[in-house]
């Protein structure tokens, strides 16, 4: 095996189609992706092997305190294999269902995908959600068995899996241990023999797809392409189909997982380019770009990804709104399944209401606001859309989850088919689901369309006066007792103030429930003695920082947390 390590000796020249090969690991959430995609750029000479070298590809800061991938990444590869020099361009994908955007957009970028199936766990939801994402884009697929070093692994009964659900054979199947580097070799053989080469003519016009973008704030947009034919070089005048934009590429080359700057990118391949684009509205994912002179017919592009979780978001102070906006349209340019409206609320001035696939989606989108753009924002009660017909008609009562079918995977495993109310299922189904099961059953969902049902609004009240964020809509049925476990989940998060706060839940002008947060006055000067008096201005600095964490409701402090932990379930 032979490796590229110096920057200067890269000829992609010598990589026509033929000698390239597109792939993405996809999986069920922990099942190794990331550490599979650690090995390949060890052993490709991408990465130095060594301790620290983890799940390289997870990049973010919310991604390695969270242990998960939410972007995909893109590393080139160098390989050699039967005397013969490849170039794989590998994409590592999130495993968590609501991040399943970045996996259909990076298999538009491929031929082929590694499948890896924990040879413990075996077949999952997102096994098969993702399975069906490559097998109907007509990938091949190459299923890989990880963690065959586990004490409890059963490579056996994971490739009668595999076989039943997915009916590929099981002798296609390569067990491997990702952690330990077992057979990560023949996987790397099988990308070459496995997947097809791109289908892409040097001798074509330029055509590039953007299948992935973000925001430097220094160099402007960073575009990363598949090319689907000709070649492309620095100083190229370059046009986007989208915007119908003239630019001038100023930067390309392969990402290693870094960048490394090119002289030209060619046909099959997979790299980014920078060309002046300043504005975040410029550079589309799913664009085409092709050459100023040689106009060509654009790529189909991407479906728009359809939000299922709406939520407010607003500056903690109003001046800092324009800052915002312009981390917000940063940060959807890089994460362009998110959608925005202007918005605003009588109780948090100017902002926007944002939608995001699932809660963990917009707790992540939430998280890189304040570490990448260091924004502070209020994040409102999140819902799920409602059509709402605006007489008494009678809906039809129908609110429990209905089983649609039952496939038995293997003797251990079933997989279950219901219809539920989205809004039963967004907010914390996960979490109880795992919890229950002991993290054994797995979930995913589809969009199953609109159901009528018997819905009413109910309001939340701080001494008297309604929080419009906390109001939600509840079935009929369950409005007493959600009342009553809201204005006890907010009970516990507001801290006591200087008087009694009132925490009521009502349904039009009718109170269902109340809960009193006694007076309390907290005198963070208590325990200084002897009036040192630089002492005593850092702690009320402290609790001056304290206050910048929460929302002045009425004359009430709330924490900005409260928005959201009040709607999570806790039994
Ligand atoms: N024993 C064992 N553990 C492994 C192996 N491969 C991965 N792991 C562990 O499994 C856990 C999850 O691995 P990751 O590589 O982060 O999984 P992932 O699929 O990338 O996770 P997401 O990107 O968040 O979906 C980590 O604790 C790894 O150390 C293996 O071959 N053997």
Redesign the pocket.
């Known amino acids: 095996m032979s490796t590229h390590t110096d920057k200067e000796s890269i000829d992609l020249s010598k990589f026509p189609a033929d000698r390239i090969r597109n792939f993405c690991i996809i999986?069920?959430?922990?099942?190794?992706?990331?550490?599979?995609a650690d090995r390949l750029l060890e052993m490709t000479g991408a990465i130095a092997k060594t301790e620290k070298n983890k799940?390289v590809l997870?990049k973010l800061q919310v991604e390695r305190e969270r242990?998960?991938?939410v972007k995909a990444q893109t590393a080139s590869l160098f390989y050699s294999h039967e005397g013969e020099q490849y170039l794989l361009n590998l994409i590592?994908t999130?495993?968590?269902v609501d991040f399943s955007y970045e996996v259909s957009r990076s298999i538009s970028a491929c031929q082929g995908v590694l499948l890896?199936v924990d040879a413990n766990q075996g077949v999952q939801a997102q096994t098969v959600a993702n399975f069906y994402l490559a097998f109907e884009a007509q990938l091949a697929i190459i299923p890989v068995i990880?963690?065959?070093?586990?004490k409890n692994a059963d490579p056996e009964r994971v490739e009668s899996q595999i076989e039943k659900v997915f009916d590929i054979p099981r002798e296609e199947c390569i067990r491997?241990?990702?952690?330990?580097g077992t057979n990560v070799e023949k996987v790397l053989q099988a990308v070459v023999d496995r997947i097809p080469a791109p289908a892409a003519s040097i001798d074509d016009p330029f055509k590039a797809l953007v299948f992935d973008s973000n925001f430097d704030h220094y160099r402007g947009v960073v575009a990363n392409i598949a090319l689907f034919g000709g070649q492309v070089r620095k100083g190229d005048r370059i046009v986007s189909a989208h915007l119908g934009k003239t630019y001038e590429v100023n930067e390309l080359g392969l990402l290693r997982p870094d960048e490394h700057p090119t002289q030209k990118l060619f046909a099959g391949q997979v790299g980014y380019i920078i060309a002046g684009m300043k504005d975040v509205k410029e550079a589309q994912i799913g664009d085409t770009l092709y050459l100023q002179e040689q106009p060509v017919e654009s790529l189909p592009g991407f479906k728009p990804a359809k939000a299922m979780v709406f939520a407010g978001m607003y500056p903690m102070d109003q001046s800092e709104y324009p800052g915002l906006r312009s981390a917000i349209e940063r940060l959807t340019l890089n994460d362009s399944s998110v959608t925005v409206q202007r918005d605003s609320s009588l109780a948090l001035g100017a902002g926007w209401r944002l939608g995001f696939l699932g809660l963990l989606h917009m707790e992540v989108f939430n998280q890189r606001l304040e570490q990448e753009y260091n924004a502070s924002v209020i994040v409102t009660a999140p819902t799920v859309p409602y059509k709402a017909i605006l007489s008494s008609t009678r809906l039809i009562k129908n609110r429990r989850a209905i089983q649609k079918n039952m496939v038995y995977i293997d003797d251990q495993r079933v997989m279950m088919k219901y219809l539920f109310p989205l809004n039963e299922i967004v907010v914390d189904f996960y979490d109880l689901l795992k919890s229950m099961s002991s993290g054994y059953a797995s979930f995913d969902y589809e969009n199953a369309g609109y159901q009528a049902a018997d819905l009413i609004k109910m309001d939340i009240l701080l001494n008297g006066r309604p929080v419009e964020e906390l109001t939600t809509i509840v079935h009929r049925d369950r409005a007493y007792s959600s009342g009553k476990a809201m204005c006890e989940r907010l009970k516990d998060s507001i801290p006591r103030q200087m008087f009694e706060i009132a925490v009521q839940a009502a349904i039009g002008s009718k109170v269902i429930a109340r809960e009193t947060i006694k007076a309390y006055r907290k005198n963070v000067l208590a325990k200084c003695y002897g009036g040192d008096i630089t002492r005593k201005m850092k702690l009320l600095k402290k609790q001056v920082e304290g206050k910048k964490k929460m929302r002045l409701i009425g004359n009430v402090q709330v924490p900005k947390d409260a928005f959201i932990d009040v709607l999570k379930r806790k039994d």
Do not use: F
């Open positions: 999986a069920h959430i922990d099942h190794g992706k990331s550490t599979l799940q997870d242990g998960i991938t590592d999130p495993g968590h890896i990880n963690k065959i070093d586990l491997i241990s990702a952690k330990l």
